[in-house]
């Protein structure tokens, strides 16, 4: 099962007004998780794996699918407080996690690293999302 929603979802965001990510820029990172072993590039579009939907100075917002497409976020819930989350060359540790409804774009004006996908897995009435800060350098 696939999550139209998470589609519609990403479009009230576009639609808002958000800067969104080029593909390029998308295309030439990768995404380790290494809790989950998770490794692999970023997408252009959500259906191809974790996609970096959005960007300012502060945040990073990546959504991938749970059952589908690969299913690169599957094992998303498996991560804990401490876990290294890296993309490109910024490293993040996971802080905390919520459950939200899809419409619950505040989850955008956290300053770090937001990684989300539906939930519970299967299912697109729910978003399960991991709040990672970024590292101090030195």
Not at 39 to 63: C, E, F, I, N, S
Request: charged residues 15%; glycine residues 8%; aromatic residues 8%.
């Amino acid at each position: 099962m696939s999550c139209p929603s998470l589609r519609r979802t990403l479009l009230v965001i576009v639609v808002a007004g958000l800067a969104l990510a080029g593909p390029a820029t998308a295309s030439a990172t990768r995404i380790v998780i290494p809790r989950i072993g998770l490794d692999m590039p970023l997408a252009t579009h959500v259906d191809q794996g974790p996609w970096l939907y959005y960007r300012d100075l502060d945040t990073l917002a990546v959504a991938a699918h749970r059952t589908t497409h690969g299913h690169p976020f599957l094992q998303l819930p498996s991560l804990r407080n401490g876990d290294l989350v890296t993309v490109g060359r910024r490293t993040f540790v996971v802080r905390r996690a919520r459950i939200v409804r899809p419409w619950e774009v505040w989850v955008l004006r956290y300053h770090g690293l937001v990684l989300s996908a539906c939930h519970p897995a299967g299912s697109s009435k729910y978003r399960y999302v991991v709040f990672a800060a970024p590292t101090r350098v030195g």
